[in-house]
Nanobody
Framework: QVKLVESGGGLVQAGGSLRLSCATPGMIFSGNTMNWYRQAPGKLRELVAGISSGGMTNYADSVKGRFTISLDNAKNTVLLQMNSLKPEDTAVYYC?????????WGQGTQVTVSS
């Protein structure tokens, strides 16, 4: 069974930084692409960033140059470093993996950026 546990959200002023973590106890990253999505009130959930087990990354245009996704293989953790945060980054952030055609989600962590 896949378990994803996010942490690290909070309230920050515009221009500030946060680092989100997604713990994946017992999961092996090999062969999987780990993703961060976000969902703002009244909006659809959108892909923020993804990283393959080989380290290839992709980002939404809105976060390129500000966010960095990475894997900590020793800790079975997916990280999302968010810099230069903007009010429009306010959302619930979810960790995601797709395995054998099934979509797995964490419970989400709230990020609020004040102007």
């Amino acid at each position: 069974q896949v378990k994803l546990v996010e942490s690290g959200g909070g309230l920050v002023q515009a221009g500030g930084s946060l680092r989100l973590s997604c713990a994946t106890p017992g999961m092996i990253f090999s062969g999987n692409t780990m993703n961060w999505y976000r969902q703002a009130p009244g909006k659809l959930r959108e892909l923020v960033a993804g990283i393959s087990s080989g380290g290839m990354t992709n980002y939404a245009d809105s976060v390129k140059g500000r966010f960095t996704i990475s894997l900590d293989n020793a800790k079975n953790t997916v990280l999302l470093q968010m810099n230069s945060l903007k009010p429009e980054d306010t959302a619930v952030y979810y960790c995601n993996v797709v395995r054998s055609g099934l979509w797995y989600w964490g419970q989400g962590t709230q990020v609020t950026v004040s102007s």
